[in-house]
């Protein structure tokens, strides 16, 4: 059993020193939502007319998007412009693509009519592009779309999760806080584990408290980033979700958890927090980022599952301008998602160079001996020696080295994720020499649709994950929080193409100069055909199943899909 590291403490709320509106919605009390219908009598003959023609109008619909109507269906779609394909000069008359194309540019026209499509309660992505013409064989391989082998969201639980769902999802006594710290993605991680947490103490979860990021200085809460209705509607039956504390709980202290052991188990947590919440009514968990383990019993993966790809839907504006943007990268043709981790703070942090020379390397440097608390992990190790071992991200050359190997075309259009580059745009000349079309939100985005996010990194970060999540190919330049979100995304939704760079294992070969390009080439895809087909989840300690949903919250022949 694992033991605690750390302490607790009495402390009073205010000392959370979350955003400095965030602990304000432990004292309001929502207002009750109230909704106004109204009705008016029609004539028949107005009625038969209504009728026709929302019968027409659905058969259309069905027709066109025949593919769209569940979230577990695997999404694959020919779109092509009314001329011609986007990648073959061949002209294509098809009155069934103008219908599509037609359609989309209507949306886009129409800011106000823009809404995320959903299968159920999840995001459904854009389809998939059928790229053809005078294509390589090379080419061909790179664009094509993993099988699914018949995988599709499975989130049935079983018979005693349910029965339990019943009195924990209408609980009053015991009451879960969580304070979630870093960008985005990592508090995505940490709110998924604070429904599991909640379901495991069969308490209800407060919304989470969004701690400022102190790198990013971003001060965004909960209701900003996310749909907080949707939240609590989708997780209704497995947690009581509540804005606020009650009053008959709000005291001048609680008890606040600031460690806890990575990995804990949920016999560790029930064992450590169950009777301290029976007596407190409160537990506040502070740190929580990674501690549970990624291996747990089949009904709390799935809870994880539900949560990540279902419950925790953005806010209305980000998702309005996430879709205006991908619908404008898509209606162009097929396009790939690279995030690229180029940022100052991510040199800093990894102990890498920058591929930019000696003299942006030296600022790294020196911020690193005068901020040494920055740089994660395996500090005595040499930069050879933390990039040979796939620690560092791939910078705009490698990028673009590995990009040119898998088969990626020179007129490939490409989405650049992530935030501002260090170096700005010398940071992105080595791959912008040989893939010139690169695309990122402020070029896509028109006067001030971005205006209302420029204060938050999160919403940004975001809105790049919407776009990369439409994409027909994503690939990040290294792990982190975003790539594996998406990498599992992208498979629980069709298993759309995710390709992860093979670092520690490529990287040899890029040093090798005696490898001709054809050889490097035959090298380099063989190191990642795992993109081509779903990859079941090793149970391994960082193993995530939001990042490997295959086979807990995916199965081929399951009598149940959410």
Not at 80 to 105: A, E, K, R
Not at 158 to 182: D, Q
Not at 233 to 251: E, G, I, Y
Not at 399 to 404: G, I, S, T, Y
């Amino acid at each position: 059993m694992a033991r605690p590291s750390g302490r607790i403490i009495k402390n009073p709320f205010m000392s959370l020193t979350p955003s400095p509106r965030s602990l304000t919605q432990f004292f309001s009390v929502s207002p009750p939502l109230t909704s106004l219908f109204s009705s008016k009598k029609t004539s028949p003959s107005l009625s038969i007319f209504i009728l026709s023609f929302l019968f027409s109008f659905t058969f259309l619909g069905i027709s066109i998007f025949r593919f769209f109507p569940s979230s577990q269906d695997s999404i694959h779609c020919s779109i092509i412009s009314p001329t011609t394909s986007p990648i073959s000069s061949h002209p294509l008359p098809s009155s069934y693509s103008q219908i599509i194309l037609t359609s989309l540019l209507s949306g886009i026209n129409s800011d106000n009519k823009i809404q995320p499509r959903v299968g159920g309660t999840a995001m459904v992505p854009l389809p998939v592009h059928l790229v053809s013409g005078n294509l390589s064989e090379e080419e061909t391989e790179f664009w094509k779309q993993p099988d699914s082998n018949g995988y599709r969201p499975c989130l049935d639980s079983t018979v005693g999760y349910r029965k339990r769902s019943g009195k924990i999802s209408k609980e009053k006594n015991r009451f879960l806080v969580v304070v979630a710290a870093g960008g985005l993605n990592q508090q995505k991680n940490q709110i998924i584990d604070a429904v599991v947490i909640a379901r495991i103490l069969e308490a209800a979860l407060v919304l989470p408290v969004l701690q400022v990021n102190m790198i990013w200085e971003d001060e965004s809460e909960f209701p900003d980033i996310f749909d907080v209705e949707h939240f609590k509607k989708t997780l209704r039956a497995d947690v009581r979700v509540v804005s606020s504390l009650p009053s008959s709980h709000l005291v001048a202290k609680q008890t606040i958890v600031t460690q806890i052991p990575y990995g804990v188990s949920p016999f560790w947590i029930r064992a450590k927090f169950f009777k301290q919440l029976n007596q407190e009514g409160v537990l506040v968990l502070k740190g929580l980022d990674s501690k549970l383990s990624k291996n747990l019993p089949s009904d709390l993966q799935k809870l994880r599952c539900k949560v990540a790809f279902h419950a925790l839907r953005f806010s209305k504006p980000i998702l309005q301008v996430g879709n205006q943007l991908a619908r404008r990268m898509w209606i162009e043709g097929p396009y790939i998602s690279l995030h690229l981790r180029l940022e100052k703070d991510v040199w800093v942090r990894t102990g890498c160079r920058t591929g930019l020379g000696p003299e942006y390397d030296q600022i790294i440097t020196q911020i690193q001996k005068t901020q040494p608390q920055y740089l994660t992990g395996r500090v005595n190790m040499s930069y050879s020696q933390r990039r040979l071992s796939g620690l560092c991200p791939l910078n705009a050359f490698e990028m673009a080295r590995l990009l040119k190997a898998l088969g990626a075309p020179q007129s490939g259009r490409f989405y650049i994720a992530g935030g501002e580059p260090f170096g700005g745009s010398k940071a992105l000349e080595p791959l912008a020499a040989v893939f010139p079309n690169l695309v990122r939100k402020e070029m896509l985005a028109r006067d001030g649709e971005l205006s209302p996010f420029l204060n938050s990194s999160s919403a940004l970060s975001a809105i790049d994950y919407i776009v990369s999540f439409n994409s027909d190919i994503f690939i990040p330049s290294h792990g982190g929080n975003m790539g594996r979100a998406l990498q599992g995304h992208r498979a629980y939704m069709g298993h759309r193409k995710s390709i992860r760079p093979n670092k520690r294992t490529m990287l040899p070969f890029f040093e090798d100069s005696s490898i001709s390009d054809e050889e490097f080439s035959s090298i380099i895809r063989s190191l990642h055909n795992k993109s081509m087909k779903p990859e079941p989840r090793k149970k391994q300690r960082d193993n995530d199943v939001i990042a490997y949903p295959v086979p807990e919250c995916m199965c081929r022949h399951g009598s149940g899909s959410f």
